[in-house]
C-alpha cells in the first residue's frame, strides 16, 4: 500500500515562503511512471482544490490562484514532490496534500498545514 507524507508546512507571514515535500512509499509506486502528480490544499470550509501539477513527461499546471508564485518539481530518485511556495497569502492558508492528478488514485496523506499570518 502507498503512503503519501507531506511536509514543510508552517507559519508565515505574507510575503513569505515555503516549501513542501511529499514521498511516496511502502509500494512499488513510483512517481516517474505516467501518473500525473499533483498538488492539492483545503481551506476551511472549502472544498479540496489542485493548485499545481506535474506530468511524467515534465509539463506543469498551476491554478490561476498561484500562478507566478508556485513551483511544482519532482526528484525521481527520492520518490519526491516538492511545491516551492512564494509571496504567500492569507489566501493561500490551507492544508496541502499529494496525490495524482486529476484522478486520485492514492490514499491521502495528513496533509501539512500552511498558515499565511502577520
Known amino acids: 500500500q502507498v503512503q503519501l507524507v507531506e511536509s514543510g508546512g508552517g507559519l508565515v507571514q505574507p510575503g513569505g515562503s515555503l516549501r513542501l515535500s511529499c514521498a511516496a512509499s511502502g509500494s512499488i509506486f513510483s512517481i516517474s511512471s505516467s501518473y500525473t502528480m499533483g498538488w492539492y490544499r483545503q481551506a476551511p470550509g472549502k472544498q479540496r482544490e489542485l493548485v499545481a501539477s506535474?506530468?511524467?513527461?515534465?509539463?506543469?499546471n498551476y491554478a490561476d490562484s498561484v500562478k507566478g508564485r508556485f513551483t511544482i518539481s519532482r526528484d525521481n530518485a527520492k520518490n519526491t514532490v516538492y511545491l516551492q511556495m512564494n509571496s504567500l497569502k492569507p489566501e493561500d492558508t490551507a492544508v496541502y496534500y499529494c496525490?495524482?492528478?486529476?484522478?486520485?488514485?492514492?490514499?491521502w496523506g495528513q496533509g501539512t498545514q500552511v498558515t499565511v499570518s502577520s
Open positions: 506535474f506530468t511524467s513527461r515534465g509539463s506543469t
Open positions: 496525490n495524482t492528478a486529476p484522478m486520485t488514485v492514492l490514499d
